[in-house]
């Protein structure tokens, strides 16, 4: 089955440490975004990518960094600069082809910084 | 800029009754528009579009018809059901992007 996996569902890390969360599709999308979520504020972007070794800034990027070496795979990175990173974090891709411009979702990491 | 506006949550109704969510849009030229839904603790899936003025999508039972006129894509249910509890989110499609809405939650009591 086509689809859109992150791992692992809920991840726990210390304060002042990096932490990689992985996204991959096998739908053969072109684009792939990262969104993160809190309780009552919706789905914000943190960074999106039309093409392998391309990427743009979202709303929100500081303190991330991603990187797209392959069209399947777009990990993100969450680093010690980001101030408050206990959130709710969502993949998603979007097939370029046939003017489709739906986006489909990932089940989501939760990552809890302790 | 470009933005979704919806009801706020969250919104409790009983089995069997009609919903309403309302949705508004603000946005230049002819964007598509959505309503997504996201099952707790789950990712969200795409439960019906619109790419059109006067398009009226449908799934599941639930329908919203893209209004250019009141630049609104409100959803509706003839009859709502338990499982129908989840929190759903209004979008419309900017370039490459999608901008999404706030999100409502619905309780739905047996």
């Known amino acids: 089955d ?3 996996t ?20 096998n739908l053969n999308h072109d684009a792939m975004y990262w969104y993160r979520q809190d309780p009552g504020q919706g789905l914000r972007l943190i960074y999106y990518s039309q093409i392998v070794n391309d990427f743009q800034k979202g709303d929100i990027a500081e303190g991330y960094s ?15 600069a980001q101030k408050n990173p206990t ?8 097939g370029l082809a046939g003017g489709r411009n739906e986006q489909f979702f990932g089940p989501g990491t939760r990552l809890t910084v302790l | 800029g470009d933005s979704v506006t919806q009801m706020e949550g969250p919104v409790t109704l009983s089995e069997e009754a009609f919903l309403t969510i309302n949705c508004t849009y603000t946005a230049t030229g002819y964007p598509s528009l959505f309503w997504y839904v996201q099952y707790p603790g789950e990712g969200l899936q795409l439960l019906l579009k619109a790419t059109k003025a006067d398009d009226k999508g449908s799934n599941k039972g639930f329908e919203a018809t893209y209004r250019k006129e009141t630049t609104s894509f409100h959803l509706e249910k003839g009859s709502v059901q338990v499982s129908d509890s989840a929190v759903y989110f209004c979008a419309l499609n900017r370039d490459d992007k999608i901008i999404f809405g706030k999100g409502t939650r619905l309780h739905i009591l047996p």
Not at chain 1, 13 to 18: D, I, L, T, V
Not at chain 1, 87 to 94: D, E, K
Request: some cysteine; overall charge positive.
């Open chain 1, 87 to 94: 959130a709710f974090y969502l993949c998603a891709s979007r």
């Open chain 1, 6 to 25: 992150q791992s692992p569902k809920y991840l726990f890390r210390k304060e002042g440490q990096n932490v990689t969360l992985s996204c991959e599709q």
């Open chain 1, 66 to 80: 991603v990187s797209r070496e392959k069209k399947e795979s777009f990990p993100l990175t969450v680093t010690s």
């Open chain 1, 2 to 4: 086509g689809g859109i």
